[in-house]
């Protein structure tokens, strides 16, 4: 049994220049859906998420997605539109958990397959106009509780994907630095333990 998720992040209110997904059972925003964080346009990404055809899609909180910083749920989403703050669900048997942006990685439990976070962990796919942009913390976490995955952007100009340690960390940035899509969504297939 496997199951087909699809990451995209940091698409900064130019999420509609998406055509043509690939197909997946599940859809992951790793934050910064937003530019600004207003009400307007949180409200625009959500429209576009929901409508989109993948069976659960989940979202986490990025640095510029401000005015849901401190949400802790919202209201009206459909049952498969997954608002992961410092939350987790399951989806056929694979525990996903999210933790909005410069929340602690104390709140994330030992058993999660997929870790959906915006921050990269440090020296881990997060360098950025020469800074590093990773959190010592969560790298720490993750090497401690060891998902299959860990999911992240923030840092668009690291895209990509490294394995260490039996865990896949993948910064899936979108857009680089100018707004322009120069990255394509990331596909992975989780096989699971039957």
Known sequence: MSLKFLQISDTHNR???LANLPAADVIVHCGDFTENGTEEEVLDFLNWFIELPY???IFVTGNHDLCLW???SIEDLPENVHFLQDKGCEIEGVRFFGIAYNHSERLIP???DVLVTHEPPTMILDESN???WG???LRNRVQEIKPH???FGHAHD???TQKLNSIVFSNGATFDDTFTICHSPKLFIYNRQT
Request: net charge negative; glycine share 4%.
């Open 110 to 112: 030992n058993d999660v």
């Open 15 to 17: 999420h509609r220049q």
């Open 55 to 57: 069976a659960h899609k």
């Open 130 to 132: 020469n800074t590093h």
């Open 149 to 151: 995955y860990h999911l």
């Open 135 to 137: 959190n010592l913390p």
């Open 158 to 160: 690291c895209y990509g």
């Open 70 to 72: 401190d949400a802790e």
